[in-house]
């Protein structure tokens, strides 16, 4: 089981980015899919899930209406387009397997990790 987040970068504030979680060694559409970050001397937050079907969809305060998680289970892979990105979204980000999209919260936990992007937002 493995997942792989891609897709950051440095980009100027205001900026967009499409991260991208893809498996390999599983069959994606069976797993809901959470989006963890975590910046620089802070505890890593899940601010975004997805449901297996795409059915229940989660995000945090801090993203709401900036970010849009999507999936498709055909291309194994779950998809997170930030929008209108701010310098405190800078952070190393990862996509995690996690047991239920409807009882998520900034708390929870993954169960398999991918390898995490970094995101960078500045001027």
């Known amino acids: 089981v493995q997942l792989q987040a891609s897709g950051g970068g440095l980009v100027q504030p205001g900026g967009s980015l499409r991260l991208s979680c893809i498996a390999s060694?599983?069959?994606?559409?069976?797993?809901?899919i959470g989006w963890f970050r975590q910046a620089p001397g802070k505890e890593r937050e899940g601010f975004s899930c997805?449901?297996?079907?795409?059915?229940?969809?989660y995000y945090g305060d801090s993203v709401k209406g900036r970010f849009t998680i999507s999936r498709d289970n055909a291309k194994n892979t779950v998809f997170l387009e930030m929008n209108s990105l701010k310098p405190e979204d800078t952070a190393v980000y990862y996509c995690?397997?996690?047991?239920?999209?409807?009882?998520?919260?900034?708390?929870?936990?993954?169960?398999?990790w991918g390898q995490g992007t970094q995101v960078t937002v500045s001027s």
């Open positions: 060694g599983f069959t994606l559409a069976g797993s809901a």
């Open positions: 995690a397997t996690i047991s239920r999209c409807s009882a998520f919260s900034s708390n929870s936990h993954g169960v398999n």
């Open positions: 997805i449901s297996s079907l795409g059915k229940y969809i």
